[in-house]
Nanobody, 115 residues
């Protein structure tokens, strides 16, 4: 069972950038497909970026071209570089493995983008 700790969120103006980190403890991520999710107020949590164990990545259309997911298996950490942020990116961001059963969700990190 991995434990997830997301960080790096904050308040930024539209067009700004943030880099989120997700440190996993208790389980190695090297063989895991990992994902970044977000949950906006009043909405369901959605999957926005995937980085597979072998390295290929995939993105939701809403973030494609602006967000970049990466991983450092030696640090057991997954990253999300977010550029050209928009107010609609405002949400709590989470990471987790893709396979079931997923690990218990972390606290997430709040990203707020002002217009």
């Amino acid at each position: 069972q991995g434990q997830l700790a997301e960080s790096g969120g904050g308040l930024v103006p539209g067009g700004g950038s943030l880099r989120l980190s997700c440190v996993v403890s208790g389980s190695m991520i090297s063989t895991e497909h990992m994902g970044w999710y977000r949950q906006a107020p009043g909405k369901q949590r959605e999957l926005i970026a995937i980085v597979t164990s072998g390295g290929p990545k995939n993105y939701d259309d809403s973030v494609k071209g602006r967000f970049t997911v990466s991983r450092d298996n030696t640090a057991n950490t997954v990253y999300l570089q977010m550029n050209n942020l928009k107010p609609e990116d405002t949400a709590v961001y989470y990471c987790n493995r893709l396979d079931s059963p997923q690990w218990n969700w972390g606290q997430g990190t709040q990203v707020t983008v002002s217009s």
